[in-house]
């Protein structure tokens, strides 16, 4: 089975920038949609950014639009989350997923049935 890695996270100020990836150890990723989640705790996952295994169809949180921009390179089998403007509400482990059934373009968690560790993103005022 696939097997997804995120890093990229860390520390930054408020108005600062990260660049997440999220690495897949097999092919099958390239026809997988791929989505970003973020979770604080006491709190359920919620949705970031989704995006087709083709790049031509991404979704957005309204909390995200016009900060976050989701890109993959599928022949390095790798997905981006590159995250500009940060505030501290953005503080949270976010997680890549990838659901296969490559029709749809998910923006919940129940689309996506392979999850990676998550990387911890924090964002000081």
């Known amino acids: 089975q696939v097997q997804l890695v995120e890093s990229g996270g860390g520390l930054v100020q408020s108005g600062g920038s990260l660049r997440l990836s999220c690495a897949a150890s097999?092919?099958?990723?390239?026809?997988?949609?791929m989505g970003w989640f973020r979770q604080v705790p006491g709190k359920e996952r919620e949705f970031v950014a989704a995006?087709?295994?083709?790049?031509?169809?991404?979704h957005y949180a309204d909390s995200v639009k016009g900060r976050f921009t989701i890109s993959r390179d599928n022949a390095r089998n790798t997905g981006y989350l590159q995250m500009n403007s940060l505030k501290p509400e953005d503080t949270a482990v976010y997680y890549c997923a990838i659901d296969d059934r490559a029709f749809r373009v998910g923006r919940t968690t129940s689309d996506y049935d392979i999850w990676g560790q998550g990387t911890q993103v924090a964002v000081s005022s």
């Open positions: 097999e092919r099958s990723f390239r026809t997988s949609t």
């Open positions: 995006l087709s295994w083709n790049a031509e169809i991404t």
